[in-house]
Each structure stands twice: as structure tokens, then as C-alpha cells.
T-cell receptor, first 116, second 112 residues
Framework: ETGVTQTPRHLVMGMTNKKSLKCEQH?????MYWYKQSAKKPLELMFV???????ENNSVPSRFSPECPNSSHLFLHLHTLQPEDSALYLC???????????????FGNGTRLTVT | GQNIDQPTEMTATEGAIVQINCTYQ??????LFWYQQHAGEAPTFLSY????GLEEKGRFSSFLSRSKGYSYLLLKELQMKDSASYLC?????????????FGTGTQLKVEL
């Protein structure tokens, strides 16, 4: 059991559906992240929040919409996705923003998304 | 530009020692992280190096040479449970701050 919990673990959705991924961290961290992990590719940063303010949008298509109501919760709202969006979506948190010394990311187990 | 390179796959024998290399190119440097990821699970933090030299933590050690843009993860007394993907990552400075950028990972298979 990690300190970062993601739901659901698996999600299958059609291209016209709207769904949301949820992440909750119980570590008292200030920064939260969404990463995308596709087969044979490096982990790809999508969004960064620090003290619930978005600090990074890594050129992510608008069909992915993040929401961070507080420092403990992070959502990723999905709509009109494409089959190539099928991947493992990982949430992570860190005490401080990456780059501020030894502040490692703590990852959740991810949501395995399949777009049909 | 920025680039992180590590071998795609490695195979080693139980009880042996294996070294996983990582080279990186960044315009600045704010440390290097190693993560372990078992299939279907979250990546977990292994080590952080910011100064040159070797950091030892039980069976796992990590080495850094900033002048060479090079790091390695050393795993001793290999166990079957060490079969996993090992990810090298460095913070890369962007317009929004630093973002932790990962290599593609090295898939390690430990055999009997």
C-alpha cells in the first residue's frame, strides 16, 4: 500500500465517453503530478501542481483536463479520447517541487486506461 | 537539449552483481534519481545522487560522475524479486520549473 491512492485501477471507455481519474495522497506533500506511461516509452510528465496551483502543462491536449481542489487530491478529467491515449496514468506527489534537493516522487499504482 | 540513455534490457543470475548504466545530458544539474518498477506496480524511489561518488544503501548502490554525465545502479546478491524495470531520472529545467524526466528504463531479468 503506497501513500498515494489512485482510482479506478482499470478503466475502459469509448471515444465519446467522459470519465475522471482520482488521486489522493496521505503524505502531507505539497506537489502533485500526472504522468503517462506507454509501452516502450519513458514516463511522460503531463501536469504539475504545487500548493494546488498548476505550474506545468506539458503541451497536453485539451481532452485531458486536470483539477486540484486541495493539496491532497488530484483529478484528471477525460473526454473524447483517442485510442492512442490508452496507457497507464500515474499520479505522484512530492514534499517539494522536483529540483528542490532530494524530494523524490511517490507514485500511486496507476490507472490502466483503454480507449475503444 | 536533454537526453537520458540506459540499456533496454539486461539479464543476470541470482546471487550475482549487476550494474545498470545511465548517461544524461542536461543544461543544468539538480541531482539524479533511480526508481524501481515491478510489472503492474508503481515506481518506487531507490536513490538520489547530487554529489560525485558512490552512495550505498544495503544491496543497492548508486554512483554519480557529474563531469561525465554518468550514473550507475549497482545491485549485489541478486534475488529473483529484483526482476523489474529500473528507471533513471533527472530534473530538467523548463519554463515552469524543474520537471523530473525519465529514461525508458532498463528491464532486468534475474534467472536461476
Amino acid at each position: 500500500e503506497t501513500g498515494v491512492t489512485q482510482t479506478p485501477r482499470h478503466l475502459v471507455m469509448g471515444m465519446t465517453n467522459k470519465k475522471s481519474l482520482k488521486c489522493e495522497q496521505h503524505l502531507g506533500h505539497n506537489a502533485m503530478y500526472w504522468y503517462k506511461q506507454s509501452a516502450k516509452k519513458p514516463l511522460e510528465l503531463m501536469f504539475v501542481y504545487n500548493f494546488k496551483e498548476q505550474t506545468e502543462n506539458n503541451s497536453v491536449p485539451s481532452r485531458f483536463s486536470p483539477e486540484c481542489p486541495n493539496s491532497s487530491h488530484l483529478f484528471l478529467h477525460l473526454h473524447t479520447l483517442q485510442p492512442e491515449d490508452s496507457a497507464l496514468y500515474l499520479c505522484a506527489s512530492s514534499q517539494d517541487l522536483v529540483g528542490a534537493g532530494n524530494s523524490p516522487l511517490h507514485f500511486g499504482n496507476g490507472t490502466r486506461l483503454t480507449v475503444t | 537539449g536533454q537526453n537520458i540513455d540506459q540499456p533496454t534490457e539486461m539479464t543476470a543470475t541470482e546471487g550475482a552483481i549487476v550494474q545498470i548504466n545511465c548517461t544524461y545530458q542536461t543544461s543544468g544539474f539538480n541531482g539524479l534519481f533511480w526508481y524501481q518498477q515491478h510489472a503492474g506496480e508503481a515506481p518506487t524511489f531507490l536513490s538520489y545522487n547530487v554529489l560525485d561518488g558512490l552512495e550505498e544503501k544495503g544491496r543497492f548502490s548508486s554512483f554519480l560522475s557529474r563531469s561525465k554525465g554518468y550514473s550507475y545502479l549497482l545491485l549485489k546478491e541478486l534475488q529473483m524479486k529484483d526482476s523489474a524495470s529500473y528507471l533513471c531520472a533527472v530534473p530538467i529545467l523548463t519554463g515552469g520549473g524543474n520537471k523530473l524526466t525519465f529514461g525508458t528504463g532498463t528491464q532486468l531479468k534475474v534467472e536461476l
